[in-house]
């Protein structure tokens, strides 16, 4: 009985030990503040290892401490580590709720608006004096190494989560790797989008830009653009539909002769415009076949082109009804035809128009 009695005692005892040391314990483990305050100063004095041990557990899963440092670490560029070293905060306030805590830090940092401005005032005045880029880091990094770098400051808010060892910073590295995967997304679409735009593939730069919109509704380049490339496409749609009205006839192909040449591979042909609208620009495509009637190369050709550029006679529209021919013992050349190219074996077609305005 009296044995019985002793061991309720002795675990009741141990019982009293362990939850004295579990407060012990808590009350040992720095505050949010302190923990902040001691991952800015080693993140700012690149301590990087340090201050990777005071990120959250849910932020060390997105980013391993190689990545972490590799972003972090100071290089041997000058004018980043007078960047790095001008840096500074100051924790205003910090309220615990719970399991998470809210700080107020006001950070003061160099003012790169400024800099910019001297970075680009240095590299002009560089390219007279013949400094590289490092000559001109340098130059700009022993400016500010005296400590009269122009700064700015701003206010930030910063979360702290409590885990089992005590209060983590929490960056959020899941939301900001999102965002600039998306980023990076959104700018490979638009890139897709512009180059297939460029070799007229309208329809699948269209899709691309929707793509785009799924991503981020607001992007107002992407809703411009598909409006664009959807004119684009009406107006491809309305030129090809005008070509059967541009009637091209009359056409030759043969060598001639010409003062400083006796055989010169050339061509001539008409072109009437039987629809309704005037011509800015008509382009011409000529295919040259051998004997057996295979197109061994091709010419293109603009009789109408009107430019501002152009001090011809030709530049003129072709109005409706207007036909459009070269003049008396006139031909267009065909210098880079081959030899096999079979004398008269030639076939033509207007490849594109533009409208007058």
């Known amino acids: 009985m009296i044995k019985r009695i002793l061991n309720i005692m002795l675990s009741f005892v141990l019982a009293l030990s362990v939850t004295g040391c579990d407060e012990i314990s808590e009350l040992q483990q720095p505050s949010a503040k302190e923990v902040l305050s001691t991952y800015l100063d080693a993140s700012l004095k690149s301590r990087s290892e340090e201050a990777y041990g005071y990120v959250s557990t849910e932020d060390k899963a997105v980013k391993s401490l190689s990545e972490y440092k590799s972003e972090t670490d100071k290089t ?107 980023e990076e997304k959104i700018s490979s679409l638009l890139s897709d989008a512009k180059q297939l735009r460029e070799s007229k593939k309208l329809s699948g730069a269209i899709q691309k830009y929707e793509e785009v919109l799924a991503l981020n509704g607001e992007m107002v380049e992407a809703k411009e653009a598909i409006k664009e490339t959807k004119q684009e496409i009406h107006d491809v749609k309305e030129k090809q539909e005008y070509l059967s009205k541009v009637n091209l006839y009359d056409l030759k192909a043969k060598y001639y002769e010409t003062y400083l040449e006796k055989k010169v591979p050339g061509v001539e042909f008409k072109i009437k415009n039987k629809g309704n609208r005037t011509l800015k620009e008509v382009q011409i495509t000529v295919y040259f076949k051998d004997a057996k009637g295979t197109i061994i190369a091709e010419m293109q050709y603009h009789p109408v082109l009107v430019t501002k550029y152009s001090f011809s006679g030709d530049n003129k529209p072709l109005k409706p009804n207007y036909i459009w021919q070269q003049e008396r013992g006139k031909f267009y050349k065909a210098d880079s035809v081959p030899t096999e190219w079979k004398e008269g074996a030639v076939s033509a077609n207007v490849t594109n128009i533009e409208f007058a305005e």
């Open 76 to 182: 041997d560029n000058p004018f980043a580590a007078v960047i790095v070293s001008s840096v500074s905060y100051k924790v205003l306030k910090v309220t615990e709720s719970g399991s998470t805590a809210k700080a107020n830090v006001e950070i003061t940092l160099p003012d790169m608006s400024v800099m910019f401005k001297d970075l680009m005032g240095a590299a002009f005045s560089s390219a007279f004096g013949g400094k590289d880029k490092a000559e001109i880091e340098k130059s700009i990094a022993k400016k500010y190494e005296t400590g009269d770098v122009p700064t700015t400051t701003k206010n930030e808010e910063i979360y702290l989560l409590k885990e089992k060892d005590g209060w983590k910073v929490f960056l959020d590295w899941k939301t900001k790797k999102a965002a600039k995967e998306k």
